[in-house]
């Protein structure tokens, strides 16, 4: 007989039947593609399919760019938060500890109080000293061994020398830095070769200095608190996991630690003290 194809849209007249089981038309000599041969499970035409599989593409391109600019804003940021270029170009003390970095970041903020009210913050820091200065949920989310840092001097905690320990985790961790430098009111310099979990440290290294600057402003009466951390590690996987994983975390600790110690240094008076918090 001759008839009209219902199928899908189609209205070419040709000669042919219908199938028993009413699934579509079968043209004498042909095979005519019903719903379930379109592999579409919602009955569609191949244009839906297509349709469907375009969007989802878009999607998927659209969210892996958002998380692509995403990582790259907290690279940048893990970089040089709040520091110039002209300062993340200046020589520092301690840049000769690590002379060849893979990584090299530089974080600053203008402290209304003079070095000598913000010295005194820098040399009790460390774990299970006077602390990091970073927030409590910074501390929870990126480093959990911490205690909660201190919000005043602590005079027991007033004296650093060239080859002291300054923890930065539980003594089972055998994690910290040495000191390499101190000038008073001015620069103090860590250095690290022990930042990576024990069971690492017999296939994969990392050399890292930390320099903190105290430059005076306004006559003194305000301080440019810098500090720089350079470092080199290997094997590759582990410079890689530097770049794409600690460069953005050091942003958001940084800049807590920045903002800690400008606050203490603002209100507070250095002839203050108290013991560590609880």
């Known amino acids: 007989m001759k008839g009209a194809c219902a199928v899908q849209g189609w209205t070419k007249p040709f000669l042919g039947i219908v199938c028993d089981d009413g699934t579509g038309f079968a043209a004498i000599g042909t095979v005519v593609p019903t719903p379930r041969q379109y592999g579409n499970p ?16 878009w999607a998927l391109s659209g969210g892996l760019a958002a998380l692509g600019v995403a990582e790259m804003t907290l690279i940048g940021l893990g ?30 903020i203008t402290i209304d109080a003079p070095p000598a009210r913000v010295w005194p913050w820098l040399v009790q820091m460390g774990w299970g000293r006077g602390g990091w200065y970073t927030a409590r949920w910074v501390d929870r989310l990126l480093f959990p061994a911490n205690g909660p840092s201190v919000d005043r001097i602590v005079p027991d905690l007033q004296r650093l020398d060239v080859g002291d320990f300054v923890p930065d985790g539980p003594p089972a961790t055998e994690c910290g830095f040495i000191v390499v430098s101190v000038d008073p009111e001015h620069a103090l310099v860590l250095h690290s070769t ?17 320099a903190f600057v105290l430059t005076p402003v306004d006559g003194g009466r305000r301080t440019r608190f810098h500090f720089r951390s350079r470092w080199t590690s290997s094997p590759w996987w582990l410079s890689l996991f530097g770049h794409l994983v600690i460069v953005p975390a050091d942003f958001v600790m940084s800049r807590d630690m920045l903002h800690g110690v400008k606050d203490r240094a603002e209100c507070h008076d250095s002839s203050q003290s108290s013991t560590r918090l609880s």
């Open 194 to 210: 022990s930042h990576l979990p024990r069971q690492w440290r017999s296939r994969a290294d990392v050399d890292w200095s930390w």
């Open 79 to 108: 970089r040089g938060y709040g520091s110039t270029a002209d300062e993340r170009r200046r020589k520092l003390p301690g840049d000769d500890v690590v002379s060849h970095p893979g990584v090299s970041t530089d974080h600053a």
């Open 42 to 57: 919602t009955g569609g035409p191949p244009d839906a399919d297509t349709d469907f599989m375009k969007r989802s593409r």
